[in-house]
């Protein structure tokens, strides 16, 4: 089940051009925090996840938890190009009567987890590397989160867990872009010393430039890096990553494109 | 209460590799012949209710079937959110466990009283409300729930209740008769119902004909039973050690809301405001201050008789 379909830098560039074709005819919010994202689902779907379109359900798949689920624009783009289903059928995003709801949707092949409310994701993906391991099926379970979703103390509570349980195969992945809903993290809620409070609480911690593509690729491929320790990767992001007038800019958590607004970001991407 | 559940959780485990258990750091002296006989399916996720229900539902989602278990509010209200969404949205096989029902919890104090907790899990989506009346109903009641592959709330008391009725349910979704009676049918949900067989045979002495039955399954409901029996009843009565919004009485009140003769219905339960005491009370005392001891609610059963045959 090892994806290799195409370059992930290839592959972030067209899921990038999705979501952002798909939160302007749609009328959506959240495209920066989709663009942040954007690198890391490259190289999980082309490079990482253990996953196979034909056979979704096999039960040795790599699991993928979206616990950001309101950027769920680009993961339904990344899930099309893995071939769950007809790019043709981003289209419908938003739209009366489709599945491609605006926080992502379990009826979406190849979702494995529907959230919306903050810091659910990372509970369930133990789950799911807890039931992996009493198998032996020798699954991983990742988990991507925002940084303004590390304010809920649910995802605490699972983060204390997870190195008590040794939980190795479990991988937490933060879309670190420094922006949360009201305003930056610093401001908000600071989260700092980020890094050290997840390896104060027992977890192997790698920081990375989170759209350094290579980078990315070789943490991923260590995985599960430490025995006994579970892996988060602090991925230092630019929210409204690509397109020139969304970076660093809160407004692009909430506005969505006009048709000027589309080309130009679609032409700064090359798309 | 809680003993039998475990005792039946075992036997089910026995035969059943897909059967886990969590729990939330309670369940001292209860659980662990579970967690020295099945330890790779045992987890004490510690005092982290809104992470024991998302892990209960990633585990779930893997293609087990997870109980978990804490006091009263913990495992519902507190991870109410955990519930909806992940677990019953998903349609995740998670059985909600919870000791303490009502008063169970007695000079505890009003944080351990469980007493809206009936009604907000039956509104979750998909889930199946148990509400027991003896051990009797909470072995059938566990069995059940363990091979119904959805989402199940099970309330317990704790611990000594007496079996009121030594014949097991054939189906513990429908409505489990205690006492024989046609013209005062009274509905009971938990282990207040040895209050009402009490109340009962008081008002038999009285010459009036009262039947009691177990309304263990609040969800989903035996409309039917309620509808048939309140057509040759002159009054039907609802206990609950619950606040009376939303609970029994809620439901057996719809269920009788479109027929066309319109038996009187009294709801016997917790005044909402009454439930919020600042006093320690053995449960004994707590029901009583609630109107839900056995002669207060012959009592009521009387007053409400006279006024049905002055009417």
Same mark, same amino acid.
């Given at each position: 089940m090892r994806p290799n379909l195409s370059e992930p830098d290839e592959f972030a560039r067209r899921i990038r051009a999705h979501a952002l074709r798909m939160v302007h005819a749609a009328k959506a919010s959240h495209i920066g925090g989709c663009l942040s994202m954007a690198d890391i689902l490259a190289v999980l779907y082309t490079r990482t996840l253990r996953i196979d379109a034909t056979h979704p359900r096999a039960p040795d798949r790599d699991r993928f938890v979206l616990s950001k689920g309101h950027a769920t624009a680009v993961l339904y783009a990344a899930l099309a190009e893995r071939g769950f289903f007809s790019v043709d059928d981003l289209k419908t995003y938003c739209c009366d009567g489709s599945i491609f709801t605006g926080h992502v949707s379990h009826a979406v092949p190849g979702v494995e987890v529907s959230t919306g409310s903050l810091g659910h994701g990372l509970p369930i993906a133990i789950g799911m590397a807890l039931a992996a391991r009493s198998a032996g099926a020798g699954s991983r379970a990742f988990c991507l989160l925002s940084d303004g979703e590390c304010d809920e103390g649910s995802n605490w509570e699972g983060i204390l867990f997870a190195p008590h349980h040794k939980l190795d195969t479990l991988v937490a992945i933060v879309d670190f872009n420094k922006i949360q809903s009201f305003g930056t993290v610093a401001e908000v809620l600071n989260l700092d010393p980020f890094a050290e409070k997840w390896r104060a609480f027992g977890w192997h911690v790698q920081e990375v430039d989170g759209h350094d593509i290579a980078a990315m690729e070789r943490i991923l491929d260590e995985v599960p890096a430490v025995p006994g320790r579970p892996t988060v990767i602090i991925a230092h992001t630019v929210k409204g990553k690509g397109v020139s007038f969304m970076e660093n800019k809160l407004e692009w958590h909430y506005r969505s494109p006009s048709d000027e607004q589309l080309a130009a970001a679609l032409a700064e991407i090359g798309a | 209460m809680r003993n039998t559940f475990i005792a039946s959780l075992l036997e089910i485990a026995a035969e059943n590799p897909n059967i886990w258990l969590l729990c939330g750091d309670l369940g001292y002296s209860v659980l662990e012949p579970?967690?020295?006989?099945?330890?790779?399916?045992?987890?004490?996720?510690?005092?982290?209710?809104?992470?024991?229900?998302?892990?209960?539902?990633?585990?779930?989602?893997?293609?087990?079937?997870?109980?978990?278990?804490?006091?009263?509010?913990?495992?519902?209200?507190?991870?109410?959110?955990?519930?909806?969404?992940?677990?019953?949205?998903?349609?995740?096989?998670?059985?909600?466990?919870?000791?303490?029902?009502?008063?169970?919890?007695?000079?505890?104090?009003?944080?351990?009283?469980?007493?809206?907790?009936?009604?907000?899990?039956?509104?979750?989506?998909?889930?199946?409300?148990?509400?027991?009346?003896?051990?009797?109903?909470?072995?059938?009641?566990?069995?059940?729930?363990?091979? &119904? $592959?959805?989402? /199940?709330?099970?309330?317990?008391?704790? @611990? =000594? #209740? *007496?079996?009121?009725? %030594? +014949?097991?349910?054939?189906?513990?979704?429908?409505?489990?008769?205690?006492?024989?009676?046609?013209?005062?049918?009274?509905?009971?949900?938990?282990?207040?119902?040895?209050?009402?067989?009490?109340?009962?045979?008081?008002?038999?002495?009285?010459?009036?004909?009262?039947?009691?039955?177990?309304?263990?399954?609040?969800?989903?409901?035996?409309?039917?039973?309620?509808?048939?029996?309140?057509?040759?009843?002159?009054?039907?009565?609802?206990?609950?050690?619950?606040?009376?919004? &939303? $609970?029994?009485? /809620?439901?057996?009140?719809?269920?009788? @809301? =479109? #027929? *066309?003769?319109?038996? %009187? +219905?009294?709801?016997?339960?917790?005044?909402?405001?009454?439930?919020?005491?600042?006093?320690?009370?053995?449960?004994?005392?707590?029901?009583?201050?609630?109107?839900?001891?056995?002669?207060?609610?012959?009592?009521?059963?009387?007053?409400?008789?006279?006024?049905?045959?002055?009417?």
């Open positions: - | 579970f967690a020295a006989k099945f330890p790779d399916r045992y987890i004490n996720v510690g005092v982290a209710e809104q992470n024991m229900a998302g892990i209960a539902a990633g585990i779930a989602l893997s293609g087990k079937t997870v109980f978990i278990y804490s006091i009263g509010n913990f495992p519902t209200l507190r991870c109410l959110e955990q519930l909806r969404n992940d677990v019953c949205y998903h349609g995740a096989d998670v059985k909600v466990v919870a000791v303490g029902a009502g008063y169970a919890y007695g000079s505890q104090g009003y944080t351990h009283h469980a007493l809206e907790d009936v009604a907000i899990m039956s509104m979750l989506p998909g889930i199946e409300v148990f509400v027991p009346c003896d051990p009797v109903e909470v072995r059938a009641a566990t069995h059940m729930i363990a091979a &119904s $592959g959805r989402p /199940s709330y099970l309330r317990l008391s704790r @611990a =000594g #209740e *007496p079996v009121l009725n %030594p +014949v097991a349910p054939t189906d513990v979704r429908r409505m489990r008769p205690l006492r024989e009676g046609r013209d005062i049918v009274m509905l009971a949900s938990g282990p207040v119902a040895a209050q009402c067989l009490e109340a009962a045979a008081e008002l038999a002495k009285k010459g009036l004909d009262v039947g009691v039955v177990s309304a263990s399954c609040l969800k989903p409901f035996d409309d039917e039973f309620v509808r048939t029996a309140a057509r040759t009843a002159s009054l039907v009565v609802t206990v609950e050690e619950h606040v009376l919004r &939303s $609970g029994l009485f /809620s439901v057996v009140a719809t269920a009788l @809301a =479109g #027929e *066309p003769r319109r038996t %009187p +219905v009294i709801g016997i339960g917790i005044p909402e405001l009454a439930g919020k005491i600042s006093i320690a009370g053995s449960r004994e005392t707590l029901l009583k201050a609630a109107g839900l001891s056995a002669d207060l609610i012959a009592d009521r059963i009387s007053q409400a008789m006279a006024a049905v045959s002055a009417g």
